[in-house]
């Protein structure tokens, strides 16, 4: 079976083949950051607003884009193309590149580029008819959320933390409030209403999260983004939780609490149709 292709500074492979320095910055100080992309029948889901949140993120933390968008994006269907026709997740991977350990920066270190795309996991069935379970968990992160920083090691901590307690995700609490989940962003819904909390350096800035917001705002749905405390939340008739590979999930178990009747709630049913929707414009 041939191994997948990937790219990694200017070149095609296969990802057998793939290496970096064990001085890259990435590897030594998680020294980058990176992006995910959703990609339905070979179509890349809002790309410019992707690309716009990999400038922020490298701009943050003082990388110079090493590509212009239409490199990427020729980068990008070019690993599509290779990998097939079904639904893929694409995934770019930008460090400070290699140089002497040191954490001062580097004066002449060019940029390392990774990129690979898989094929993007189905939310199974079950899971969209019964719902998923989460715990509340103290937010121990640093103080620039908003970037999408490969040092990732306190949301993997959270986030098995929930996973030992039998959930799929850890919610996170700071100052009394929800920012958003170790691997997500949250929703709730109360008498009708749609609430996230807004954008900052708190939480990530998810793509998914605000075309969630558009689609409600064009549907005439009413929405908020607005901060969330923890008893609003613990007390929501429904909890969302939206992500570029898992979309729109519904929790029904927080906390081993049942959250409203105990399944996915009907205005959580009508954004996730209306989700559907959107994604099907893009396979036309």
Not at 97 to 110: I, K, L, Q, T, W
Not at 153 to 178: F, S, T
Not at 203 to 223: F, Y
Request: net charge negative.
């Amino acid at each position: 079976m041939p191994s997948q292709l990937i790219y990694l500074n200017g070149e095609y492979l296969p990802l057998s083949e793939a290496r970096v320095s064990v001085l890259d910055r990435g590897f030594i100080f998680g020294d980058g950051v990176y992006e995910v992309i959703p990609a339905y029948g070979g179509k890349v889901l809002r790309f410019e607003h992707h690309m716009q949140r990999l400038n922020d993120s490298l701009e943050a933390v003082r990388i110079t884009n090493p590509l212009t968008n239409e490199i990427w994006l020729e980068i990008i269907n070019k690993l599509i193309s290779d990998t097939g026709s079904a639904d893929q997740s694409i995934y770019l991977h930008i460090t400070r590149g290699v140089a002497e350990r040191d954490h001062r920066f580097p004066e002449n270190s060019e940029p390392t580029v990774f990129v690979m795309s898989n094929i993007l996991q189905t939310v199974e069935p079950e899971i969209l008819q019964k719902g998923i379970s989460a715990i509340t968990l103290d937010d121990i992160r640093w103080q620039y959320c908003n970037i999408k920083a490969i040092a990732l090691l306190p949301n993997i901590l959270l986030r098995q933390q929930a996973i030992d307690k039998g959930a799929m995700e850890a919610i996170l609490i700071r100052d009394g409030e929800v920012t958003e989940g170790a691997a997500s962003n949250a929703f709730i819904v109360n008498q009708g209403i749609i609430k996230t909390p807004p954008k900052g350096k708190r939480l990530l800035p998810g793509i998914t999260r605000d075309l969630i917001v558009e689609l409600a705002k064009s549907h005439n749905m009413p929405i908020e983004e607005a901060n969330i405390s923890e008893k609003e939340f613990l007390n929501a008739d429904e909890i969302w939780l939206t992500s570029s590979t898992k979309e729109i999930l519904p929790v029904t178990r927080l906390n081993d609490k049942t959250i409203g009747s105990g399944k996915p709630g009907p205005v959580w049913q009508d954004m996730y149709q209306k989700f559907q929707d959107y994604k099907e414009t893009l396979r036309k």
